[in-house]
């Protein structure tokens, strides 16, 4: 299948350049390929998410843009610069949040720019806002062990924007919280969206929250993985974050989507 763009009010958008952009990727693991030749552009600035159904290399496709692995062929740029392995122009947030045990949430989260050498107090200092900024004020001293599912995630969140990459790659990140907690974060990720002008890329497998949440959804197929089509949803990208699951462009679009991946389902 190809690739197309729907702007389902068929209104006239202009979507804004890449900051990544995905030529013709293709990743093979021993006797199994999981991506072929896959291409996709990621708009700067905007959320996009990756869907589809388990198994179909979304993840695969994160960690090569990230950089940490290699695909067999086809290539990946960031801001138009070639990828040849992890940089800081981009940060991940591991679906298994891989925080530190040993420190607390401030030194969690200030830790990629301690490695980078930055001032003890400069570095507290943009971590204490980050923190604040996700909702974890009055847990700096805290340490993950004492910290529920959903907070961790969160300091897993706070860390990788703290060192202000200008791509953010998230691996499920609310896969292992309650749905309450899941729809809180969802809202704060499209504030965050908003206030950061940051590109982030989001791998998820629930076709509701890749709706709510994005101002792109790429449908990948199963493996070896391909671009199905690419969804820019339009009519309630600018509405307040309760009214968007009211939207009956909202409620089209994941019909649309269950329509195409429901026969993918085991």
């Not at 003890?120 to 599912?149: D, M, Q, W």
């Not at 791509?167 to 907690?181: G, I, K, T, Y």
Request: hydrophobic residues 40%; contains cysteine; glycine residues 6%.
């Amino acid at each position: 299948m190809h690739q197309t763009n729907r702007s389902f009010d068929h209104l006239q958008e202009i979507v804004p350049p890449s900051a990544v952009s995905v030529r013709n990727v293709s990743k093979r693991y021993n006797d199994v390929e999981a991506l072929r030749d896959l291409s996709l552009e990621f708009p700067r600035g905007q959320l996009t998410s990756l869907l589809g159904p388990s198994g179909c290399g979304k993840t695969t496709l994160l960690k090569i843009i990230a950089g940490l692995i290699k695909a067999n062929s086809g290539d990946v740029e960031v801001n138009g610069v070639k990828v040849e392995g992890p940089g800081p122009d981009r940060a991940f947030v591991f679906q298994d949040f891989a925080l530190l045990p040993w420190a607390n949430v401030l030194r969690n989260v200030a830790f990629g720019l301690e490695l980078r050498g930055v001032a003890k107090s400069e570095r507290e200092a943009i971590a204490e806002k980050y923190i604040r900024n996700v909702g974890l004020t009055g847990f700096e001293r805290s340490y993950p062990h004492e910290l529920s599912g959903g907070m961790r995630q969160r300091v897993g969140l706070a860390r990788a924007l703290a060192v202000d990459a200008q791509v953010l790659l998230l691996d499920e990140p609310f896969s292992a919280v309650d749905e309450q907690n899941r729809r809180k974060f969802q809202e704060d990720m499209l504030a965050l969206v908003q206030n950061e002008k940051k590109t982030f890329i989001f791998v998820t497998h629930s076709i509701e929250e890749a709706v709510y949440v994005s101002d792109q959804i790429a449908v990948l197929l199963p493996r070896p993985s391909r671009v199905s089509e690419v969804i820019r949803p339009t009519s309630f990208r600018n509405k307040d974050a309760v009214n968007i699951r009211r939207d009956p462009e909202y409620l089209d679009i994941i019909d649309r989507i269950w329509a195409s991946l429901r026969n993918y389902v085991e």
